[in-house]
């Protein structure tokens, strides 16, 4: 079994869906967690970091479940902008594991 | 400004050569870590070191080798045993351990070996 297991994509939406992608990791001492935004051909860049209490940060919204141990993205209002590969990321005791990643293509 | 620094962007080599690349940092990290990612691929963890003198290896350390010898300099080496090493790699720190520690990553380098 991988660490970090991503939904496979691609996911193909309209403007203005709503889409979410899960995440889960196996590695139940798993310290934090994140989900990366890369787009093609770029280095990955931190979107948002997940708290246990989930967080919010305008139309991104990042839930921890620790007890099922995955990680959610909830996207609103989806933007063409939006378009790019979302990446799990859970950082154990001494290093960080990316999942493979889920592709979003939003379409107008 | 503090970020990372990876060179060259772009790297051509002749197959059978071994070839180094260069990442440095001004953010003052402890952790570095090397990425591969192949095309449609997510990242595949090479090698990490979480302070000077010392690394690990990560899942796909075969045909690389990597030295600490600074806190800020973390460079690859893509040896000639390395199969196929045409990828995008990747270098990024953080500091280890704690609640946010999020990586930062620089801006790649593609190597292709023909």
């Known amino acids: ?108 | 400004d503090g970020g990372i620094t990876q060179s060259p962007k772009y790297l051509f080599r002749k197959e059978g050569q071994n070839v180094t690349l260069s990442c440095e940092q001004n953010l003052n990290h402890d952790a570095m870590y090397w990425y591969r990612q192949d095309p449609g691929q997510g990242l595949r963890l090479i090698y990490y070191s979480q302070i000077v003198n010392d690394f690990q290896k990560g899942d796909i350390a075969e045909g690389y080798s990597v030295s600490r010898e600074k806190k800020e300099s973390f460079p690859l080496t893509v040896t000639s045993a390395q199969k196929n090493p045409t990828a995008f790699y990747l270098c990024a720190s953080s500091i280890p351990g704690g609640a946010s520690t999020e990586a930062f990553f620089g801006q790649g380098t593609r190597l292709t070996v023909v």
């Open chain 1, 1 to 108: 079994r991988k660490e970090v297991e991503q939904d496979p994509g691609p996911f193909n939406v309209p403007e203005g869906a709503t889409v979410a992608f899960n995440c889960t990791y196996s590695n139940s001492a798993s310290q934090s967690f994140f989900w990366y935004r890369q787009d093609c051909r770029k280095e990955p860049k931190l979107l948002m970091s997940v708290y246990s209490s989930g967080n919010e940060d305008g139309r991104f919204t990042a839930q921890l479940n620790r007890a099922s141990q995955y990680i959610s993205l909830l996207i609103r209002d989806s933007k063409l902008s939006d378009s790019a590969t979302y990446l799990c990321v859970v950082r154990g005791t001494d290093k960080l594991i990316f999942g493979t990643g889920t592709r979003l293509q939003v379409f107008p």
